[in-house]
């Protein structure tokens, strides 16, 4: 039983290279001297598959605005929109590590409600604010590291290790909450996320400062280009010299302190967790990854596309409930945007290797 | 034995090409290219790196669509273009890519069944495991191949690899005899490539018994020894054009080379310069491994030492050992003087040792990243700034990397997968070579090189040996010792055996050592 591969090594990814070449090459050309053949300009497919998503996007907003003047574009609704996703895009940036090393973490949900329980467990035992979230990131270095150990010490398939963990997760949170909805009885803990910035949560702060960060660490350093040629050519980055086992490794680490973080974050701005509560977010992040490496760079797990990507699915379900959907409408708009979004970049990116390959 | 149905033949063209053009975004990788492949007899196709060879082959196999204008006949029969996969089978047209083609997760009867569907009753009929076991088992025998069909293809080292693919292009017309054997075109893309001598020979073999029984080959390969022995006709890409379609008579092996170069070739020989007597830079005891059984070897700086040997000698674990890719079992190494046991590449490379793995495609290259990113792969360190990538930095430290081993074309934002075959291992060659050290391991480095760019990578090898660095050359291609080494090994199934130095370092003498060994099981 084969389960399904990260992206980064299935032959489509490779196939849309051509395109992110064009866009990378621009800068790279313009200091060049050497004489080379003048590129063709970017085509049509070439900006439809990289800017699908974001065209889609802008259509989107375009068109809720237009049958909801009243309600979708207003600033209060816009502000509910970016606060409401802060934490799903922290969540969906963990994802994006493993994924660029070539692995599915899909226990990064449960790590995000187990987080969430012990924040509140910890925090209604009377623990102060620092001595909490200290306690919250540990657990997610925990799982990370027990995830990472299995999958890189012993070789144990990176989907069966973490749905494992994911499952020993649910079982805990269901131990420490006595199956029973927990409630936060403190504001100190509340504090992580009552404070506002410009009139707008804090969250969105914490979510655009780990996205800078992420982005710069990614494609900015050497750890975020052997990240990626861990994911993308493991036998021979590590001939090349990149220890790939580090890398694997510390994917899984940083992701699941980041899901925990994200579980902190969602109880304190809620102040309730559910003994279920985590795996419902662990789809919607990988659905907005998925998205996210059809755009801006085209068949690689980047950050600003991932934010995209939550925003589109965000936006799309904010739209459809002001419109009174209900929730199997959003739903289903969810699936079909990933499946449509993605398989358009598939097509478009074979079409173009018939036509100019 | 030539039937009466393939005499209707003989004499005509099997294959006809005209016109035929490829652009790849704005870049022409074939140019108005027209020539015929003569029914019955072995075409060889050649170039240099990046000339088009492989690209002309993917378009007869429908995997490229050529550009508008071009015609095609095979057997005298039209062919609709672009060509598919199906059409191309169906004329009869049987390929060996340059990458081989097999999947990796799959058994070697697997791989033989999904190009040969017809097998199974039906797409959702039983497969027979049996009966196409048998079939496979069969066909593997007449390629003298002792794997079992139920082996997995990604167990297999470079060798049986192409030695599957060879016998899965082959296969039908093993089943069917003669008749197929006439009537089809084989397409073999420089199916000998990182073979050894005596599995080139086998490959070699067969493609003149497929010739005696009235079979067309097109033939792509740098070696030009071989192409002198089998080929009857000569086509010639330079860039994209047709610069040569002449019978091979009464050309010599300089005439050919140099014709495919555009200029004559000096060959260079080192002058004989005897032992070294630099200081002993790595060292190695009693090394053991899957395959090695006790070795001892000193490379001193400045020397270039050559490992030769036949096929499972243990060549290549003794490379991968000493660039920490796998650890030995018992043994111990020095380097220069201090004892040096790395766990990975990366300790290796470190401690100034890098490494030419043996195979590009898995070991070598990361295909989806681009040249640049593959030329400084592990070695980024020397390009950033505050622990953040130096872009420009990196850039032309790729771009003089690029021109030293003559990377064609020259872009460093070029995804390495788009580049030809010779083009990926200068790049791969580079990345080990490009960074000084202290120690250079070579295996196989020059495989799918051109003749020219061989010559160069030679000289840049004797320069950075020259400037005191240790390289030890694994090879196959014992013409690469003739020219390179001071001293010669050969390994005999895990063991050293023989050594060769000075005027001791020639072809014949090399091939006699490596062939004695074998005799003597
Ligand atoms: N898919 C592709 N996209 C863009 N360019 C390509 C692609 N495939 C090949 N090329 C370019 O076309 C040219 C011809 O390549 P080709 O692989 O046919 O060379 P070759 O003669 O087989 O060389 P080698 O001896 O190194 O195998 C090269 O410049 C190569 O970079
Ligand atoms: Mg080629």
Redesign the interface.
Known sequence: M?PPTAP?KTPE??QK??MS??A??T???T??K?T?????RPDVGTIATSYGVIIFLVLMIIVFSVLLPDTFPTSDNVKAILSDQSIPVILALAAILPLAAGEFDLSLGAILGFSAITAIALSNAGAPLPVVILACLAVGAIVGTVNAILVVKVGVNAFIATLASATILSGLNLLVTGSSLLVLGSDAFGALTTTRVFDLQVVLAYAIVLSLLLF?VIE???FG??L??TG??R?????????VDRYLASSFIVAGILAALAGALLASRGGTAAPTLGPEFLLPAYAAAFLGATTIKP?YFNVWGTVIGVVLLAVGSNGLTLLGAQTWVTNIFNGAALMIAVSASVLVGKRRR???? | MITSDTDVRTGSDALRIENLSKT????RALNEVSFAVPRGKITALLGMNGSGKSTLIKVLAGV??PDPGAALTIGGTAMPLPMTPRTAHEAGLRFLHQDVGLVD?LTIADNFAFVDRFRAPGTFGPISKRRQHEHVAATLEKFAISVHPGALVGSLNPTLRTMVGLARAFQDEEESGVQAFAKNIVVLDEPTASLPVEEVDTILTSLEELKANGGTVIYVSHRTEEVKRIADQLVILRDGKLVADEPIAELGVDDIVSRVVGKRLEKTRIPRRGLREGDVVLAAQGITGRRLRGVDLKVRSGEILGVAGLVGCGRSELIRIL?G?QSPSSGHMELAGKSYAPD???T???AGV??V?QERR?????????V??NIT?????TF?RN???D??KE?NGA?RLI?QFSVK???????I??LSGGNQQKVVVA?AAGFGGTALLLDEPTQGVDALAKQEIANIVRGLAADGLAVILASTDFEEFVGLCDRVLILDRGRLVAEATGEDINEEHLALLCAQQGAAA
């Open positions: 084969n980064t990814i490779f290279e051509a070449t064009t990378s090459s800068q790279e050309r200091s060049t050497t080379k053949p003048a590129r063709k710069y900015k350093t050497p280009r052997y990626r040629a993308m050519g036998d021979a980055a590590r001939l090349s010299g990149v220890r068949g018939k036509a100019s390959s | 790849f975004s704005g870049q490229y669509q997760s660039a890719a990975s590449p990366a290796a490379i470190a890098s490494c793995p898995r070991e070598g290259a990361v295909l989806p990243m681009s640049r990113e792969l592990g070695r980024l360190k950033t622990g953040a990538l872009g420009r850039r771009l021109e074309p020259a872009d460093p934002s070029r995804l997968g788009l990345r």
